[in-house]
């Protein structure tokens, strides 16, 4: 077996007097990643990080998709993860301006052959909206 060139790598540690609030290394970076009851713990929860990850890569890949026209403006993207079952990741792409439909079909389509979306693919649905002032596009 041979080792590949990692995409991305984490680091966690646990300290013993830490509860359940661990340190993570994301390459230069430090968060403390925490799995608090009453959800006001020292970080984020597991799940929280892997909905920010999926709405931190959804909000690049819309604005390089959209800039190809010009500065796009403010983008916005909320996840939610859904219990189900199924169990969904609801993806909502809000822009400050109008995309006409085809082009919101266009951009939907693009978000889903990002990284982080075909990583989560096997294991969740994911459902994306594109909205202009709480209107859906697509």
Known sequence: MTM?????????RLASDAGRAVD????????????AASGA??????????TGALAACSAMSARTHLE????????EVVVTLDAGPP?????RVLLAFRLDRDEA???????????VTMMLKP????????EHAGEPLA
């Open 123 to 130: 294991a969740f649905s994911i459902r994306t909206q594109i």
């Open 4 to 12: 590949q060139i990692p995409l991305a790598s984490a680091g966690a």
């Open 87 to 91: 169990t969904l990741l609801y993806r």
């Open 105 to 115: 079909h266009r951009l939907a389509a693009a978000l889903e052959r990002t990284e």
């Open 41 to 50: 713990g020292a970080g984020p929860s597991p799940l929280e990080l892997m």
């Open 68 to 75: 190809r026209d010009g500065d796009p403006g403010d983008i």
């Open 24 to 35: 993570l290394k994301l390459g230069p970076h430090t968060v403390t990643a925490d799995h």
